[in-house]
């Protein structure tokens, strides 16, 4: 089955400053990439996802890159906030799985004043 | 808010208890999913239902059966639980076409302690 590495697994970063989370995938077959943020105590919410057929994807401060030949997919935060201290997972599947997610192990990141 | 509802929120359980979590959700999904999440890990994948029928079961113990009364609904019923069951169970949902995956929307999750 896929297994999901996700680095590192925390990271300190000054407000303002960027922060990259990276995750590998073993199953050359993955083609869908969704991260989510899930806050103390609070549900995983999705943040931002890529599929197989792009490279990188962008949203606001967030982007996501995707190198399918290194099987290998990096969040970046820009410009971060205290607001964005959270975990981070990342998570790969592939089509006709009803989305069965494997998930990364997660990045509890924390953003200082 | 959640568009996911998930009930009870907190739950407290004997292991000789019968216990049921409950699921909804309107966004017109037709995959439901169950996962387990215990503190500081990722939520493990336990079953997923595509339209009412149960289509991936993670080799989950029995004392954990799942039931998808309709589209909108997912219960997990709970039966003759563990201490180490002791988790945060959150209820997902999807579209589903077969050929391509959509996100998943989490519910805020029920924190079951079993004592």
């Known amino acids: 089955g896929e297994n999901v590495e996700q680095h590192p697994s925390t990271l300190s970063v000054q407000e303002g400053d960027s922060a990259v989370i990276k995750c590998t995938y073993s199953d050359s077959a993955s083609n869908y990439f969704p991260w989510y943020k899930q806050e103390l105590g609070k549900r995983p919410q999705l943040i931002i996802d890529i599929r197989s057929n792009v490279g990188e994807k962008k949203d606001q401060r967030i982007a996501v890159t995707l190198n399918k030949t290194a099987k290998h997919f990096s969040l970046h935060i820009t410009e971060t906030q205290p607001e964005d201290s959270a975990v981070y997972f990342c998570a790969a599947s592939k089509a006709g799985t009803a989305s069965k997610l494997t998930f990364g192990t997660g990045t509890r990141l924390q953003v200082t004043l | 808010d959640t568009e996911v509802t998930q009930t009870p929120k907190h739950l407290v359980m004997g292991m000789t208890n019968k216990k049921s979590l409950k699921c909804e959700q309107h966004m017109g999904h037709r995959a439901m999913y169950w996962y387990k999440q215990k503190a500081k890990k990722p939520p493990e994948l336990m079953f997923v239902?595509?339209?009412?029928?149960?289509?991936i079961n993670e080799s989950v113990p029995s004392r954990f059966s799942p039931e998808c009364p309709n589209s909108s609904l997912l219960n997990l019923h709970l039966h003759a639980l563990q201490p180490e069951d002791s988790a945060l169970y959150l209820c997902a949902s999807s579209h589903f076409s077969g050929t391509d995956n959509s996100p998943l929307h989490f519910g805020n999750g029920t924190r079951l302690t079993v004592t």
């Open positions: 239902y595509s339209y009412e029928k149960l289509s």
